[in-house]
């Protein structure tokens, strides 16, 4: 079956990176594009990042900041985050949708705090 196990985050002062691992299971992993969601606390879930075979999308909070990048061998995506603010804090999850279906990992959560 599908599977998505994020790691990677923790507390992280303002101004400082965070790199996010998500490895991938269950399926041909290549031929999927590949999300970054996060949930802060009572606000909604948005997309952060995605990647493609060939191209990338970021939300406009994160442009020029975050990083995504994939590796099809190790069937792993990844969230490279920099000059993080404290409204970055929130759960981060991995996502994939397949046929349709929506994918979740469980999430890591990044705090960013003084």
């Known amino acids: 079956q599908v599977q998505l196990v994020e790691s990677g985050g923790g507390l992280v002062q303002p101004g400082g990176s965070l790199r996010l691992s998500c490895a991938a299971s269950?399926?041909?992993?290549?031929?999927?594009?590949m999300g970054w969601y996060r949930q802060a606390p009572g606000k909604q879930r948005e997309l952060v990042a995605s990647?493609?075979?060939?191209?990338?999308r970021y939300a406009d909070s994160v442009k020029g900041r975050f990083t995504i990048s994939r590796d099809n061998a190790k069937n792993t995506v990844y969230l490279q985050m920099n000059s993080l603010k404290p409204e970055d804090t929130a759960v981060y999850y991995c996502?994939?949708?397949?046929?349709?279906?929506?994918?979740w990992g469980k999430g890591t959560l990044v705090t960013v705090s003084s």
């Open positions: 996502n994939t949708r397949l046929r349709g279906d929506d994918y």
């Open positions: 269950g399926f041909i992993f290549g031929l999927y594009a």
């Open positions: 990647i493609t075979s060939g191209s990338t």
